[in-house]
């Protein structure tokens, strides 16, 4: 190919050691770029609840402001929402250097699959959101374990399934399903029905902190972090994830995952 044929030329004139250094070069400032984002972004993410907090501490403080009980139950009631988004914040991001941290290393139990989407689902119901929707399981009778890591599929199943519900229309039921798609990989997905993703947003919804809508995001108590978890659970699994969606109508997240020898 050109490729092939101007690769030779460049070996040929020994130009290849620089090129291999400008290409590291570069790759070593795009990681170093997303480091310092990552870093800027999760502090921002902590500073504006933890602000929030500070300034209801103060007013509570304060002998004028605050002083009946129902307008200090209100800003307890504020407090402990902010500090919940916190929690929630810390929780993902040290889910996520706990994953990055073992990448390289491809989890091997024998996860029973259906039987976890059976807990999750027993969880998700009981959650913000959940109780008035239907979801609905369909998994082929063929289907074997996949090897995995049960805490990490646990997860990977309540982000997909709890942002089905957070982003599906309310009332609307979910539908989950599980089959065999080739000799070993088990397929999983999870479809919703809502407003949907449009197509430009795709690409970048498993970055870390993206989102389409922020203020509806935040207020259904997400952190951003949910699809970027679950990318790297499924990297890690050695799957693969795919999302996609009609706007106006719903959205469908596919995952690939091996089964257990
Ligand atoms: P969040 O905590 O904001 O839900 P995620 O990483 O899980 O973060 O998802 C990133 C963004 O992708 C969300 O903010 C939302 O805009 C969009 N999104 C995720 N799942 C869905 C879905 N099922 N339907 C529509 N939009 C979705």
Known sequence: TRDQRWLMRVAETGQGLMLVHLIDRSMAHAAERMRVDFVANASHELRTPLAAILGFIETLGDDDAGGDAETRNRFLGVMMNEARRMQGLVDDLISLSRIEADKHRAPDDAVDLAGLIGEVNRVVKQGPGGKDRELIVTIEPDVAAVAGDKGQLSQLLHNIVGNAIKYGRAGSPIRISMARS????????????????????????????????????????????????????????????????????????SIMLPTAP
């Open 182 to 253: 080739g000799a070993n990989m088990i397929r999983l997905a999870v479809q919703d029905e809502g407003d949907g993703i449009e197509p430009a947003h795709l690409p970048r919804l498993t970055e870390r902190f993206y989102r389409v809508d922020s203020g509806r995001s935040r207020a259904m108590g997400g952190t951003g972090l949910g699809l970027s978890i679950v990318k790297h659970i499924v990297e890690r699994h050695r799957g693969r994830l795919d999302i996609t969606s009609i706007p106006g109508t719903g959205t469908t997240v």
